[in-house]
C-alpha cells in the first residue's frame, strides 16, 4: 500500500472516531479488514475496554471459502456473541474503509444476525 493511501485511510478513520463513541448500552464495531482476514470488535470507549471480538482466523471459520463469505461467517458470529452479552444495538465503525464488499457482507450478515445500526 502507498504511503498516500495509508495517510487517506488514516484521516478518514480519525473524522469518523471523533463524531463517533461506544458506551455500555451501544457499543462501537469496528471493523479492520487486511488482505488475509478480516477482524471485529465490540469496544466500550468510555471504559477502554473490549466486550467482544471476532475475527476470520478462528477455527469456526471455513478458510476454504472466499473472503467474502468468510466476512459473512464473522458478522453471524460477531451477532451471536452480541446477543449472549444482551447487546441489540451497536455504532458502525467501518474503520475508514468504504462501505463495500467484505466490510458490506459483514455489517449485512450482523444485521442478519439480529443487530441495529
Known amino acids: 500500500m502507498s504511503n498516500q493511501k495509508i495517510k487517506r485511510r488514516r484521516t478518514i478513520r ?47 471459520i471455513d478458510t476454504k471459502l472466499n473472503k467474502t463469505e468468510q466476512a459473512k461467517q464473522v458478522g453471524k458470529l460477531i451477532a451471536e456473541r452480541c446477543k449472549s452479552l444482551n447487546i441489540d444495538n451497536v455504532v458502525f465503525d467501518r474503520g475508514g474503509y468504504l462501505y463495500h464488499g467484505r466490510v458490506k457482507a459483514l455489517a449485512d450478515a450482523a444485521r442478519e444476525g439480529g443487530l441495529s445500526f
Not at 27 to 36: A, D, H, T
Open 14 to 60: 480519525y473524522r469518523i472516531r471523533n463524531k463517533i463513541s461506544g458506551t455500555d448500552v451501544r457499543p462501537r464495531m469496528s471493523v479492520y479488514r487486511s488482505n488475509k482476514g478480516i477482524y471485529c470488535q465490540l469496544i466500550n470507549d468510555l471504559k477502554g475496554e473490549t466486550l467482544a471480538q471476532a475475527n476470520s482466523l478462528e477455527k469456526s
